[in-house]
């Protein structure tokens, strides 16, 4: 949900709202977005997911970060400046990271759906993370029991690579071998 529909709030009133309370905000050039506080069910499905995705990276290049944890999107050619909190986040590329975010581009972000703020995710997400040169994005929707998976095709697009509904297995493209029981994550 945005706080600031109407007016520009600029990168030093962001961090000064941040400061001032315990709300989750994130920022996307100049627009100041509030996520909702995780349901029950989200932090299950969240923590499963995690626990998979973290087994499989494990002896491997890449880390999972499980919100709340910063990540400053970069990108050359794209100017403004892009503050967000993905659910979970799968990073290979280690020289972004410093003690407070990782500033740079995610290669698999999951964002798991909230019914307050559904078309935050769906659309602002999905183009922003498009534009941005994320490899793969996850879309969770805990109140249908499904997961979409996008990936980042050669003309820099989002194609859709897998959806499941309720059971099956659900797999990544850009983590080859890695899948994931949907029984598991939902129930």
């Given at each position: 949900?945005?706080?600031?529909?109407?007016?520009?709030?600029?990168?030093?009133?962001?961090?000064?709202?941040?400061?001032?309370?315990?709300?989750?905000?994130?920022?996307?050039?100049?627009?100041?977005?509030?996520?909702?506080?995780?349901?029950?069910?989200?932090?299950?499905?969240?923590?499963?997911?995690?626990?998979?995705?973290?087994?499989?990276?494990?002896?491997?290049?890449?880390?999972?970060?499980?919100?709340?944890?910063?990540?400053?999107?970069?990108?050359?050619?794209?100017?403004?400046?892009?503050?967000?909190?993905?659910?979970?986040?799968?990073?290979?590329?280690?020289?972004?990271?410093?003690?407070?975010?990782?500033?740079?581009?995610?290669?698999?972000?999951?964002?798991?759906?909230?019914?307050?703020?559904?078309?935050?995710?769906?659309?602002?997400?999905?183009?922003?993370?498009?534009?941005?040169?994320?490899?793969?994005?996850?879309?969770?929707?805990?109140?249908?029991?499904?997961?979409?998976?996008?990936?980042?095709?050669?003309e820099g697009m989002y194609e859709q690579f897998d959806i499941k509904t309720?059971?099956?297995?659900?797999?990544?493209?850009?983590?080859?071998?890695?899948?994931?029981?949907?029984?598991?994550?939902?129930?």
């Amino acid at each position: 949900m945005s706080l600031s529909k109407d007016s520009f709030v600029p990168l030093a009133k962001f961090f000064e709202i941040r400061e001032t309370n315990d709300n989750l905000y994130e920022y996307i050039d100049g627009t100041v977005f509030m996520s909702p506080s995780p349901s029950t069910k989200h932090q299950r499905v969240s923590g499963r997911l995690h626990l998979k995705f973290g087994n499989y990276l494990i002896g491997g290049d890449c880390e999972i970060f499980a919100a709340p944890y910063d990540v400053e999107l970069t990108k050359d050619g794209i100017e403004g400046n892009k503050i967000i909190i993905p659910d979970i986040s799968i990073i290979c590329q280690k020289s972004g990271f410093n003690e407070a975010k990782y500033v740079g581009v995610p290669n698999l972000i999951v964002e798991i759906l909230n019914p307050s703020n559904q078309s935050h995710d769906l659309i602002t997400k999905l183009n922003l993370y498009m534009n941005y040169g994320v490899k793969e994005y996850w879309i969770v929707n805990p109140m249908l029991d499904s997961i979409t998976v996008y990936f980042l095709n050669a003309e820099g697009m989002y194609e859709q690579f897998d959806i499941k509904t309720r059971t099956g297995k659900i797999k990544s493209n850009f983590l080859k071998g890695f899948d994931v029981e949907l029984e598991y994550v939902f129930n």
